[in-house]
């Protein structure tokens, strides 16, 4: 079985799922990016905080990544589960973030790529992962491209 399909199904596994990245996220930010640095098919990871958009706390999560020059780009795939990830639905309230990233935290603050940029930076997300192209078949969810430029 592929490792998509494997992550698909862990997804779907809900709050065991959703446990296991938080605690990824944790240990992630606690041990300074040395604990699972990497993912699936070597893909890098970040730690990003959000503000929930009901409490107003911080929420973490581990999430894979691409550099495009300054940027980080970020998907919010869920694996392909039908349910948008919450760190997307809080950035979309509130936009500003910190993410953690080989030990070094800096605010970011996301938006949706344009179209043009989609276009050039999905087959970056591809190459770096091939379970990013596999998640759009499990779910007619958007899957929008998001860049997390950093701020001053």
Same mark, same amino acid.
Do not use: C
């Given at each position: /079985?592929?490792?998509?399909? %494997?992550?698909? =199904?862990?997804?779907?596994?809900?709050? #065991?799922?959703? %446990?296991?990245?938080?605690?990824?996220?944790? #240990? &992630?930010?606690?041990?300074?990016?040395?604990? /699972?640095?990497?993912?699936?098919?070597? /893909?890098?990871? #970040?730690?990003?905080?959000?503000?929930?958009?009901?409490?107003?706390?911080? =929420?973490?999560?581990?999430? @894979? &990544?691409?550099?495009?020059?300054?940027?980080?780009?970020? /998907?919010?795939?869920?694996?392909?589960?039908?349910?948008?990830?919450?760190?997307?639905?809080?950035?979309?309230?509130?936009?500003?973030?910190?993410?953690?990233?080989?030990?070094? =935290?800096?605010?970011?603050? !996301?938006?949706?790529?344009?179209?043009?940029?989609?276009?050039? #930076?999905?087959?970056?997300?591809?190459?770096? &992962?091939?379970?990013?192209? !596999? &998640?759009?078949?499990?779910?007619?969810?958007?899957?929008?491209? @998001? %860049?997390?430029?950093? %701020?001053?």
């Amino acid at each position: /079985m592929s490792s998509a399909k %494997l992550l698909n =199904r862990a997804a779907r596994l809900g709050p #065991l799922a959703r %446990l296991f990245t938080s605690l990824h996220a944790r #240990l &992630y930010r606690l041990t300074g990016g040395r604990f /699972m640095p990497r993912w699936a098919e070597g /893909m890098p990871v #970040l730690s990003i905080t959000t503000t929930g958009r009901k409490s107003g706390r911080p =929420r973490s999560t581990a999430v @894979v &990544y691409v550099e495009d020059g300054d940027n980080l780009v970020v /998907m919010p795939s869920n694996a392909g589960s039908e349910a948008t990830p919450a760190w997307w639905l809080n950035l979309q309230a509130n936009p500003e973030a910190e993410v953690q990233l080989r030990g070094q =935290r800096r605010r970011v603050r !996301a938006r949706r790529a344009t179209p043009e940029e989609e276009e050039r #930076l999905w087959p970056r997300l591809q190459q770096s &992962y091939s379970g990013f192209e !596999a &998640y759009q078949s499990f779910t007619e969810r958007e899957q929008p491209i @998001v %860049l997390l430029e950093p %701020l001053p």
